[in-house]
Nanobody
Framework: VQLVESGGGLVQPGGSLRLSCVAS????????MSWYRQAPGKERELVAT????????KYPDSVKGRFTISRDNPKNMVYLQMNSLKLEDTAVYYCTALESYNGLPRPRFDAWGQGTQVTVSS
């Protein structure tokens, strides 16, 4: 399993970024895909999920209305469009596949990519 994230950078509050993730080593279209983020000193947080064929998306309240997840199954890619960025969105962002465990989502694989740093600062 390999997950390679890109697209992060430094952006001012209110700005936008589009993150990309290319996946390999597993049957991409069979899995719900997701984006997590981890800020310094904090636990990793699930910020977006998308169903296998893109029909369903979920977001926590902290990013709802600002972030949009999408996927391209033939390319094994998942994207995260982030608009109206806030200082508190600063984190390393990771993509991964999910599975359901006791009705709750959790990462399917132990492997994580290197992530992509998003820094929101004026």
């Amino acid at each position: 399993v390999q997950l390679v994230e890109s697209g992060g950078g430094l952006v001012q509050p209110g700005g936008s970024l589009r993150l990309s993730c290319v996946a390999s080593g597993f049957s991409f279209s069979s899995y719900v895909m997701s984006w997590y983020r981890q800020a310094p000193g904090k636990e990793r947080e699930l910020v977006a999920t998308i169903s296998q064929f893109g029909a369903g998306e979920k977001y926590p309240d902290s990013v709802k209305g600002r972030f949009t997840i999408s996927r391209d199954n033939p390319k094994n890619m998942v994207y995260l469009q982030m608009n109206s960025l806030k200082l508190e969105d600063t984190a390393v962002y990771y993509c991964t596949a999910l599975e359901s465990y006791n009705g709750l989502p959790r990462p399917r694989f132990d492997a994580w990519g290197q992530g992509t740093q998003v820094t929101v600062s004026s």
